[in-house]
């Protein structure tokens, strides 16, 4: 008997989403099968303490082993999904929960002489059309009475047909034209079952042409006014809609297809797949693969495919079958032709290879995809937060880069621009393997004239100096601080305390790592940048992308790490995170800079300031009028300042005389009245950004680090 508590999902891996989840026992079969609405209370509410749940639901989870889940978009779909896995692998404990008020299904008995269209449940029969099943009989009845209009086929019980054909006499749907009263000849029995077939075609999806006719129809009847049928028609029109509308987990009878989704990033991906027969999904199976570099979804699909299909992954393990007839993918594998001559082979048909692009096909593929987006979640969750596999990882750098303790404080930097300009770069922490934010810094890289570093290194220089400035100072006024054997997991590892305000000093400790994004060229600049320093107690290393090549300074060979070790996983993640983090603070610098304003090169005023001025004078042409006196009336501002505006503004050095300070205005307002002062309007534009959201880097700002 098993404790529930050794198989119990981790606190947040369950989704709170609609779904269906499988409780297995040891040996993998599925004892149980159940929906709902949020997976993350249903499932929380099983591993409470044993003693409290009813006994059938104590032997269940004694007997389970472990549990697992599917997302799906709405509860009907849950439903519908329960419904199939419930028949498709027979849970023992799911036996109560058979009895005769099971899914409704519309029923075409085409093996019959005279078919007949009739709501059925329970077992399916051979030689019967099946179609759902629905969520509401009664939408089926009322679909069913809507397409005897068009398809009159026989609905009739057998005891009324064959009373009916012994009488002579149609029963009373043939006497209102719902029925082709084939019991009485006025229809042969050849033509009723073409009758039937037409039908089947119809339920089995399509709609669109009896839409248009009933369209048409209702418009008709609107234009010679009979208001009354056009009415009809258009509830007709709805009631169909609605009775044919399918959810994403059942498609038209008989489909045989393979729905692949993947959801990844440059360094893996996860990939879910739903095994479609006889239009229900009938398996479920999914793989998070590592991404090799330089393959791209192509080529990953291909693989994929060779996998799942080849040799001993011929078997789906669903008991599906090997090759359906359509393998839905969500993009085309890059020897298209190749593939599906191969598969085609494999099968002894045609098999067809392709995106799916709209209908109920595409509607279960972005259901797969949430599954494979929840499990790559996952994936990372468990891998970035099991301290066993985070000691792991801390271990093998360790040991690849011949540490003398692992690197439980490690920073990582990155060098993000556009050709050049807005030069922007990160510092991202992560403590005993996983991110510390709050430690995060942006760099605005100003370069040896203000305009920018030349290249890359020479910005990896520039900040690795400053970083490393601020910490030599920063240690000199505080002392060496004392990190501890860092057993104290209350919280962050701060380092020394600024005695004035008793908060932690920023950069008064170093790290154990640091990592720069990049190959030799970066590493070479970042170990002249701690030389020049004398900073020669913290370990330096690059990360290369193409390869994923771990560089150290002064080797000529790099270290490889395999790619399925923890270290190489850690490495990756601390520097995929400095790369999205300084391009975020390279867009907002990018996103301002096109906003610029005259004000903006004012020395001495700040985004207050120039927000106080706006809101004094109301926009930009105004305070073009304004004197050096009036602009120094404005709280925050003096007097120097003021004189300073004046003369960024085009009225020349501020003296105060009102005849200086006339003839300036006089020429504004005739470059106003000419039309072409286009330095106001950025101004103006700019405002409600600086007013609102202030500095565009206020971590930056926060952190000290544009005046480091």
């Known amino acids: 008997m098993a404790d529930p508590a050794t198989y119990r999902p981790a606190p947040g891996e369950i989704p709170d989403a609609p779904g269906v989840y499988r409780f297995r026992d040891e040996h993998g079969r599925v004892i149980y099968v159940g929906k709902a609405k949020s997976l993350r209370n249903r499932l929380n509410s099983y591993f409470q303490d044993v003693a409290h749940l009813h006994p059938r639901t104590q032997q269940m989870v ?6 697992q889940w599917t997302v799906v978009g709405t509860e009907v779909e849950a439903l519908a999904l329960e419904y199939s896995w419930i028949k498709e692998f027979d849970p023992r404990f799911n036996v109560k929960y058979r009895d005769d008020k099971s899914y409704p299904y519309l029923a075409v008995t085409m093996a019959d002489e005279v078919p007949r269209v009739q709501v059925m449940r329970g077992a399916k029969r051979p030689g019967t059309r099946y179609f759902g099943p629905y969520a509401h009989a009664w939408a089926i009845r009322e679909t069913v009475d809507l397409l005897l209009r068009v398809f009159p086929v026989r609905t009739c019980s057998a005891g009324v047909f064959k009373r009916a054909r012994q009488q002579g006499r149609p029963c009373l749907l043939g006497y209102i034209d719902k029925c082709s009263a084939p019991c009485v000849g006025r229809i ?19 709609t669109a042409r009896f839409t248009r006719r009933l369209t048409q129809r209702m418009k008709e009847a609107a234009a010679e006014l009979d208001f009354e049928r056009a009415a009809r028609l258009r509830d007709d029109i709805a009631t169909l809609e609605k009775a044919t509308e399918r959810n994403a987990v059942v498609l038209s009878d008989g489909t045989d297809a393979d729905i692949f989704a993947m959801a990844g990033d440059e360094l893996e991906a996860a990939v879910q797949v739903f095994h479609v027969r006889g239009g229900r999904i009938r398996g479920q199976r999914g793989w998070v693969v590592e991404k090799v570099e330089d393959l791209g979804d192509e080529e990953l699909v291909e693989h994929l495919l060779q996998q799942v299909y080849g040799g001993e992954g011929a078997s789906d393990g669903a008991g599906t079958g090997s090759v359906p007839r359509e393998v839905l993918v969500p993009v085309l594998p890059a020897n298209l032709d190749q593939v599906q001559t191969w598969l085609t082979g494999l099968r002894g048909a045609r098999v067809q290879v392709r995106v ?3 209908g109920d096909k595409a509607e279960l593929a972005r ?6 987006e929840h499990a790559l979640a996952l994936h990372r969750t468990r891998r970035a937060g099991d301290l066993t596999t985070r000691s792991q990882a801390l271990r093998e750098i ?17 060098v993000s621009h556009n ?110 940048a701690l030389a020049e320093l004398g900073v020669d107690d913290v370990a330096l290393c690059g990360l290369a992308k193409r390869l994923e090549e771990v560089w150290v300074p002064g080797e000529e060979y790099p270290v490889i790490l395999q790619r399925s070790s923890e270290g190489l996983y850690l490495l990756q993640r601390v520097r995929d995170e400095a790369h999205r983090f300084a391009i975020s603070a390279h867009r907002k610098r990018r996103s301002k800079g096109m906003t610029a304003s005259v ?39 003096g007097a120097r300042t003021a004189e300073a505006v004046v003369a960024a503004l085009g009225g020349g050095p501020a003296t105060g005389a009102a005849s200086g300070a006339g003839d300036a205005r006089a020429a504004e307002g005739a470059q106003d009245a000419a039309g072409p002062a286009q330095a106001a309007v950025p101004g103006e534009a700019a405002v409600p950004e600086e007013r609102d959201g202030g500095s565009p880097e206020p971590v930056a700002d926060r952190a000290g680090i544009l005046g480091a």
């Open 356 to 358: 799916p692009q709209r």
């Open 62 to 67: 004694t007997t389970a082993a472990s549990v």
């Open 367 to 372: 259901t797969v995809l949430r599954n494979a």
């Open 419 to 528: 050709q050049g300009t807005y030069q922007s770069a990160s510092m991202v922490v992560f403590e005993d393997g996983l991110a510390r934010k709050s430690e995060y810094r942006l760099f605005s890289v100003r370069g040896p004239e203000g305009q920018g570093a030349r290249d890359d290194t020479a910005a990896m220089h520039e900040v690795i100096t400053r970083r490393f400035r601020r910490y030599l100072a920063e240690r000199s006024q505080l002392g060496d601080p004392d990190l501890g054997d860092g057993e104290d997991d209350d919280g962050p590892r701060n380092g020394a305390v600024d005695a004035e305000t008793g908060r932690p000093a920023r950069f008064a400790y170093p790290p154990n790592l640091v990592v720069v994004d990049g190959g030799p060229p970066q590493v070479a600049a970042a170990a002249d």
């Open 599 to 637: 004000l903006d090169d004012v020395p001495g005023l700040g985004p207050a300031r120039k927000a106080a001025l706006l809101r004094h004078f109301g926009s930009v042409k105004r305070l073009r009028a304004a004197s050096a006196e009036e602009i120094a009336t404005v709280p925050g501002m």
């Open 398 to 414: 360790q040991e690849a880069l011949d540490l003398p303790t692992a690197p439980l404080r490690i920073e990582c930097y990155d």
């Open 188 to 206: 042969s029995t050849d033509d009723h079952h073409q009758l039937a077939q037409d039908f089947c075609d119809f339920m089995a999806g399509d």
